[in-house]
């Protein structure tokens, strides 16, 4: 029986080796009508082949006035990335269109609107330096978290 028990947790042990629980791939991350998101860092492990983002504005107000994205890229593209979609304003979604730094991104979504979004995670680098932000009216000057793959 002993025996049994100890075979039984090296199994276990085995499985959450290489597969990593499906809820570790998802995050759920909210905003409102202030320039934060409910978390200020995000860790996925390197075994989910990927990652979902379920964002959630929970203000009141709308995306004209307090809209919000997600988007993910190397923290040295940050800046650029916010220049270009300030050049892109609100019609452009704040993001220059087909610019490849960025890695993921949402649309913009106003209070009570929610967006998700899935993207494979093998181009990301574990331990590398991402960060997710928002680029509505330069909100990522304070609007921003660390984006981590860990493992
Ligand atoms: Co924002």
Redesign the pocket.
């Given at each position: 029986m002993r025996q049994l028990q100890f075979f039984a947790t090296l199994l276990l042990m085995n499985a959450s080796v290489q597969f990593a629980n499906a809820d570790e791939c998802v995050v759920a991350i909210d905003?409102g009508d202030a320039?934060s998101y409910s978390k200020q860092a995000i860790t996925i492990p390197s075994s989910c082949a990927s990652a979902t983002i379920n964002f959630t504005h929970n203000g009141s107000l709308p995306a004209a006035v307090m809209?919000?994205n997600w988007v993910l890229a190397k923290t040295a593209d940050l800046q650029g990335i916010q220049n270009d979609g300030n050049v892109a304003g609100m019609s452009g979604g704040y993001l220059k269109d087909g610019d490849s730094r960025i890695l993921a991104a949402t649309n913009i979504i106003g209070g009570g609107e929610s967006a998700s979004i899935t993207f494979p995670t093998k181009s990301l680098e574990a331990g590398g330096d991402y960060s997710f932000f928002?680029t509505?009216m330069s909100?990522s000057v304070v609007?921003k978290g660390s984006f981590t793959i860990s493992g």
């Open positions: 905003a320039l809209g919000h928002c509505v909100h609007m």
